[in-house]
């Protein structure tokens, strides 16, 4: 599937229309899940169009994939989940249930849990 800029996290990235952005890096944007499935539901994008895991782990740079993975734990730290745990997921295609195609990666977690 070829990448299409008409998505909404390529909007939320260009500041298109608003959303709930914690974290920015070069390589990544952090913003909160507008239908949280858990206590915290943080999505993470970067900053270039790839529209699933493997389209970016196999077309990005070396400095995006780096810059993106340490973006994840950047946000970890943030919200305060290192402590209590998360689960990352990163939903591909039909299977997948992927509503956006453009590459994001869940983290999903609660802070009450020590
Ligand atoms: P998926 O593509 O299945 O991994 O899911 C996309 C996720 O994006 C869903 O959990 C939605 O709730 C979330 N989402 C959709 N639109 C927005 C938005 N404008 N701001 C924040 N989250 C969104």
């Known amino acids: 599937m070829k990448y299409d800029k008409g998505n909404v996290f390529y909007k939320i990235i260009n500041k298109e229309i608003s959303s709930d952005i914690l974290l920015e890096g070069e390589h990544f944007v952090a913003f ?50 290192n402590k209590g745990g998360y689960r990352l997921i990163s939903n591909s295609g039909e299977f997948g249930q992927q509503e956006v195609f453009h590459m994001h990666v869940h983290i999903l977690g609660d802070v009450t849990v020590k």
């Open 32 to 81: 909160r899940d507008v239908r949280p499935k858990a206590p915290v539901h943080i999505l993470v994008v970067p900053r270039g169009g790839y529209v699933d895991w493997r389209d970016f782990s196999t077309h990005a740079s070396a400095e995006e994939i780096a810059g993106f993975c340490r973006g994840i734990a950047e946000v970890i730290d943030f919200a305060g989940l």
